[in-house]
């Protein structure tokens, strides 16, 4: 008899990449302090470089779509390799910022991607 249902083994541990970077501590004892300005950013600047990554993405996407049904027309080839181009330029910018952000962390140990305000002795 040919067994037409086998067993399937799922991942157990969880992927340390994809758990959430934002930070939840904000406040000392519920009073807001100025180590919330730290929390703020922090979200921020996590939330907005993916999004950057994805709108580059998406942009690509919509201008390959534009090129693909421009039909030959001259204008809407034109205007289809410049948001390709537009598309690839942003892409670049972002890997290129993110690399010199851990180029410096390599070799200062700044850590630019971390923001955080000195606290108060």
């Not at 067993?7 to 930070?23: C, D, M």
């Not at 950013?41 to 998406?58: E, M, Q, T, W, Y």
């Not at 690509?60 to 948001?83: C, E, R």
């Amino acid at each position: 008899m040919i067994r037409l249902i086998t067993p399937v083994f799922a991942q157990t541990q969880p992927w340390p990449s994809l758990e959430p970077t934002l930070k939840t501590k904000c406040a000392e004892n519920d009073v807001a302090t100025l180590q919330g300005f730290e929390c703020i950013f922090a979200n921020i600047l996590s939330i907005i470089i993916p999004l950057a990554g994805l709108a580059a993405f998406i942009t690509l996407i919509i201008g390959g779509f534009q090129y693909l049904t421009s039909a030959g027309d001259p204008k809407q080839l034109q205007k289809a390799t410049g948001t390709i181009t537009a598309a690839v330029i942003g892409i670049a910018v972002i890997l290129g910022i993110w690399f010199i952000f851990k180029l410096l962390f390599v070799i200062t140990g700044l850590d630019l991607l971390q923001f955080e305000i000195p606290k108060s002795p």
